[in-house]
């Protein structure tokens, strides 16, 4: 069983930092593309960022130049560095991962539950 677990979320004010990690447990025997998507209240959940396994990324436009996402492979672990934070990127930032199980032959799509981050003064 495969499970991502988000954390890091909170309250910042605007201008500030935040550091998101999604750290992927359970009978794991590869990860391909990790990605972060972002639901605001009462909104569409959307994409924000992804990265292959080699590292690649991507952002959307809304967050390009101040968002950064990295994983850490060893650690099955993705995070994202999102700086100069704006109110309106508040939300909740849910993990996504492309899994393949070692006890199936073929990956599957997973989601965590998301965190909640607040961006007000």
């Known amino acids: 069983q495969v499970q991502l677990v988000e954390s890091g979320g909170g309250l910042v004010q605007p201008g500030g930092s935040l550091r998101l990690s999604c750290a992927a447990s359970?009978?794991?025997?590869?990860?391909?593309?990790m990605r972060w998507y972002r639901q605001a209240p009462g909104k569409e959940r959307i994409w924000v960022a992804a990265?292959?396994?080699?590292?690649?990324?991507n952002y959307a436009g809304s967050v390009q130049g101040r968002f950064t996402i990295s994983r850490d492979n060893s650690e099955n672990t993705v995070y994202l560095q999102m700086n100069s934070l704006k109110p309106e990127d508040t939300a909740v930032y849910y993990c996504?991962?492309?899994?393949?199980?070692?006890?199936?032959?073929?990956?599957?799509?997973?989601w965590g539950k998301g965190t909640l981050v607040t961006v007000s003064s």
């Open positions: 996504n991962a492309d899994i393949r199980s070692s006890t199936s032959s073929y990956g599957m799509n997973y």
């Open positions: 359970g009978t794991i025997f590869s990860i391909n593309a």
């Open positions: 990265i292959t396994i080699g590292g690649s990324a």
